[in-house]
């Protein structure tokens, strides 16, 4: 089985302040990894992935995830909160095995204070 | 612009009629899929395909119904056996393989 656990459904973080969502995954094999940020009433956008290769990979908008095996874990880091970071975050792994489907967790809302 | 395209945005049905959710894509992709979103639960896969005139149950196909007869096109109908249709609907496409996938702006479906 495939799942992905992103803890909680809610964080809050001052504008400035380091942004850090957590992710956690479970599979049998290596796996591909994405995070998607979803503004209010719209489609799901991609801000980075794993596939193989450098663990530490950068994205769009100064966002950035490391890939730890041996934690199972794909977090996502930002240095610096800004207001236009606020949305929601999901967390997504390939379903190995020629099937092509994406697992996603619950999603984070992030809300960025003033 | 290559993209998603969904249509309409929002839809308001009354119960025990069956309505049908638009997803057109130009990005030459060969799978496409639908989400179904609620509040806290994150997106799960009603419909999927990967090629033309073939298509999979998704994790909550039950009430839903698609075809594919255009690589471009992935109707999805939400029928009157779906117990709770009122959500937010996504597509979206992919190249195929383990890569990434594209979505729509999404339908916020409401039935009365």
């Known amino acids: 089985a495939q799942s992905v656990t992103q803890l909680g459904s809610h964080v809050s973080v001052s504008e400035g302040a380091l942004v850090l969502l957590r992710c956690n995954y479970s599979s049998s094999v290596p796996p591909y990894l994405f995070w998607y940020v979803q503004y209010p009433n719209q489609g799901l956008q991609l801000l980075l992935k794993y596939t193989t290769g450098a663990t530490l990979v950068k994205g769009i908008n100064g966002f950035e995830a490391e890939f730890k095996k041996s934690e199972t874990s794909f977090h996502l880091t930002k240095p610096s909160a800004h207001m236009s970071d606020a949305a929601e975050y999901f967390c997504?792994?390939?379903?190995?095995?020629?099937?092509?489907?994406?697992?996603f967790g619950k999603g984070m809302k992030l809300t960025v204070n003033p | 612009d290559g993209g998603i395209t969904q249509s309409p945005k929002y839809l308001f049905r009354k119960e025990g009629q069956n309505v049908t959710l638009s997803c057109e894509q130009n990005l030459n992709h060969d799978a496409m899929y639908w989400y179904r979103q609620d509040p806290g639960q994150g997106l799960r896969l009603i419909y999927y395909s990967q090629i033309v005139n073939d298509f999979q149950k998704g994790d909550i196909a039950e009430g839903y119904s698609v075809s594919r007869e255009k690589k471009e096109s992935f109707p999805l109908t939400v029928t009157s056996a779906q117990k709770n249709p009122t959500a937010f609907y996504l597509c979206?496409?992919?190249?195929?393989?383990?890569?990434?996938?594209?979505f729509g702006l999404g339908t916020r479906l409401t039935v009365t």
């Open positions: 979206a496409s992919g190249a195929g393989g383990r890569g990434e996938q594209y």
């Open positions: 997504a792994v390939n379903l190995q095995g020629g099937s092509e489907k994406l697992v």
